[in-house]
């Protein structure tokens, strides 16, 4: 149980173009999903969280209009990078969070994007 | 101070011995903390998690918490080469309970 997928796993695009990533929980309903990022040899660094049926909340740093967040049911959050440049080349992952007691709360992992920016 | 501290290795032990893994937490009122694995080039996966103080098993896996002493740990025992990758501690926000914040990670290598 508690199965998410990502799509694609590896794209390579050119400088100025638009990325889109999918995020799927495959056998729970996910009512909040995570967007991580991770530069080689760093730890995972939060971006945004995406809340079914509401906006994204993004952490510091991030900008919202580059990074484009749609939540539009309980399995599925989508990330799109938008006019992407070589400085956005990294490890994209999702997460999505089970829900239990809040002592419980465990998020699962995505296999993850990666991305190249020529 | 980060909220999660982890050394960053690399931890090198032999096949079948038990390697240690540590992590300290800066916020003392953290309830839950998690202990994430991530081989070179792929996405973190749940090891397991530990919310009471004491010792919580799974198979050759041990969670340690200690919440007087703010760290936990994570013990392998019999070691395999098949466990050599990077081991993420986690734990709740302070501002957000159900975000994470993870600790850079500790390189664990066995020889075989």
């Known amino acids: 149980g508690a199965v998410v997928s990502q799509h694609p796993s590896r794209v390579i695009c050119k400088s100025g173009t638009s990325v889109k990533i999918e995020c799927r929980s495959l056998d729970f309903q996910a009512t909040t999903m995570f967007w991580y990022r991770q530069f080689p040899k760093q730890s995972l660094m939060l971006m945004a969280t995406s809340n079914e049926g509401s906006k994204a909340t993004y952490e510091q740093g991030v900008e919202k209009d580059k990074f484009l967040i749609n939540h539009a049911s309980l399995t599925l959050s989508t990330l799109t990078v938008t006019s992407a440049h070589p400085e956005d080349s990294s490890f994209y992952i999702c997460s999505a969070r089970t829900l239990g007691t809040s002592y419980t709360d465990t998020q699962y992992f995505g296999p993850g994007t990666r991305l190249t920016v020529l | 101070q980060k909220e999660v501290e982890q050394n960053s290795g690399p931890l090198s032990v032999p096949e079948g011995a038990i390697a240690s893994l540590n992590c300290t937490y800066s916020?003392?009122?953290?309830?839950?903390f998690f202990w994430y694995r991530q081989y070179s080039g792929k996405s973190p996966e749940l090891i397991m998690f530990?919310?009471?103080?004491g010792d919580k098993e799974d198979g050759r896996f041990t969670a340690q918490l200690n919440k007087a002493s703010q760290y936990v740990s994570l013990l392998i025992r019999d070691s395999q080469p098949s466990d050599s990758a990077t081991y993420l501690c986690a734990a709740p926000r302070m501002d957000s309970s159900y975000k994470l914040i993870f600790g850079s990670g500790t390189r664990l290598l066995v020889r075989p």
């Open positions: 916020d003392r009122g953290s309830q839950s």
């Open positions: 530990i919310y009471s103080n």
